[in-house]
């Protein structure tokens, strides 16, 4: 049975809190089920990682969903109707990605107000095809309903042929690593927002990286094949990233902060705040990973956008992220990574 | 290059042209692209029928989505949070079975308002895992977000052996079938919304007909099984569905309105009203197809809830519905079938 107090609502648990309930309640509803084929028995990787995973017919396939919310996820100011549609679908690729794969299918289903402009629609589904055609994935097929607020929710399958990385793959004397710069969106988000005044003259750059991330594709597929067990994609922040990794693993993470690779137009335009930005700003969507320094070393020079490494897991609890600086000294930041229900 | 009127928004667009203008423009991104390890050449079904269909590395993968927005698709008088769950899961699961497939996994996508009550949010996921264990599938993964409106976006795979049964494999000569009774859902959600008066004393089984919808899964399977190439199921009412049938398949269908199998409950319930419901209500969930008269006699007796023959497809123009009474008689009804963004 699930302990609940009956006047709890939404705003007042964490998003991992709820998803760990729901998790929890499926798991005991699923054991005591017979799924088709025995399907459930062919499961890998189920609720509480980025995308799960499944023993298809003759390779693993991949299944995850992202969703977006008008008003929550982004505003009129933050983003375009086109970069709305190629950065929700390249939240979902930056999925697969993290996992190794190589996506494949998606579909869309759309939340649409009675008043949006059907030009708007298409310049949405404009920016999905983009990023659909860059990645060589296909949109076949979607829902569409009416809905007080937009929204979008996209699921997206992928393909590999090895076990897929997770998050609860890290090991003591792993080495931490991403796959390219940080802070670079959450500078741009608050261009965007007006909330900072940019000391750069041309914000470009930064406000590109936020509206239109890159998803590491063939990245993940170069760790993977590399030997590389664990991995996510840097979503919602390095440190909440970082830190499921470790609760997924059950170790701790130490990361030196001076070997964070910030993002330099960040760093440029907001000079106070860019360590903040890289460490907690989230949707960057490079890949954040762990490997023996071995893998490490086999990996330098094949990643187009390099291969940081910025720390090391360690077998001490709690299973936690420690911050040092370059001096060894510990360094206090406070832990503002996104959460749905609390901002 | 799409053609639009700038001016123009979602509620003056049908549901269907509105779909139809993305599926071009879809379709004219997709073919000028490469897609990962041909993709796209090994589509069989994309936008346009139940579910989308490719060559997997075995047999037929098959991907859906279904949506529902509290204050559109339901609301507290018409649904507790536990059949809600159940309705959004088995909505998807009729779109597997109306091509014959055998459903799998899903992912559950939530939008969640601030102020919903947690024990609502595991209320819903009580009835999505009653409707997964029954059915045989699990629920892999998820995506939660805060939203001003309670949705729910599930996506749900199914595989399937045989070719997919399609909306546009109606042939002339073809008898049209349904299996199981319709008009039921309708009915319920009249009762629940204290619309009409029901004469009857116990409307529970309609209500649970409108809540609890049960998808022909089984069906599905003996059909496809039996040689049955165009099927989907009656989810926005018997007329639109058939007419569907008749556009994608660019022929016409004769129906006798006398052969209609009206639920028993909603004629004892609402005499004047039952017909209409069978034949513009919606939300039946069961499967409607065409076949040869060869196939169907092999069929009867086969089928759980009943095989009935309700008409024929011809070979006329322009690809509609036209009804007739048990005399020959034209009969007409205004096609108030569901339009998302019109009513």
Redesign the interface.
Known sequence: M?Q??????????S?VA??A??AK??AT??S??????S??SK?I???GDD??A?I????T?L???????Q???FTPETGTWQTVGWKGLTSNLSDIASMGG????A???L?????????D??NL??GL?EA??T???????????????F?M?I?Q?G?TQQAPMLRSEARPGDQIAVTGLLGGSAAGLAILLGEMTAKEEDPQQLIETHQQPRPRIKEGQILVKAGVTCATDVSDGLLINLGTICASSGHAARVDTTLVPIHPEATKAFPKKALSMALNGGEDYELLFTASPDIMTMLQGRLEHGLHIIGMIMDSTPSQVYLFDGNGEPVELPNTGWD??RR
Request: glycine letters at 8%; hydrophobic letters at 50%; a negative charge.
């Open positions: 699930i609940y107090n009956v006047a709890m609502y939404v705003r007042e648990i998003e709820l998803i309930r729901l309640q499926i509803a699923t005591s089920s017979t799924a088709n084929g399907a459930s499961i990787v189920t609720i995308t799960a499944w298809g017919s003759g390779e396939e299944l995850t969903t992202d969703t977006v919310v008003g929550v996820h190589i996506p494949t299918y579909v869309v289903s939340g649409l107000p009675r008043d949006m402009l059907v030009l629609v298409e589904y404009m095809l659909a055609n990645y060589g994935i296909t949109i076949v097929g979607g829902d569409i309903v009416a809905s007080p607020v929204f929710a699921a399958t393909i749905h229900f």
